[in-house]
């Protein structure tokens, strides 16, 4: 069973930087498309950046030019870079690796915090 693992929250202040890695389990982590969702009390679960298996990468609009998704897969870690943070950033932030047709896995959570 693959398992995906986040890492990396904390606490920032505003206009500060954090790195989330998300590590999986498995050996085909490198056909994988994976997402980085956040969740903040009261909101629904929403889509923050989405990269590849190709290495193509997509962000919703209030992360543009802040937030960077990237890949290794030699570690079968995603990454997640957020730069100028913002206290609307705040929210638990999860992971999500698929491969269709073989998993669809979703990590347990990371807390990110962003205030003075």
């Known amino acids: 069973q693959v398992q995906a693992v986040e890492s990396g929250g904390g606490l920032v202040q505003p206009g500060g930087s954090l790195r989330l890695s998300c590590a999986a389990s498995?050996?085909?982590?490198?056909?994988?498309?994976v997402g980085w969702y956040r969740q903040a009390p009261g909101k629904q679960r929403e889509l923050v950046a989405f990269i590849t298996s190709g290495g193509s990468t997509n962000y919703v609009d209030s992360v543009k030019g802040r937030f960077t998704i990237s890949r290794d897969n030699a570690k079968n870690t995603v990454y997640l870079q957020m730069n100028s943070l913002k206290p609307e950033d705040t929210a638990v932030y999860y992971c999500n690796s698929r491969v269709p047709g073989y998993y669809d896995a979703w990590g347990q959570g990371t807390q990110v915090t962003v205030s003075s």
């Open positions: 498995g050996s085909i982590f490198s056909r994988s498309a």
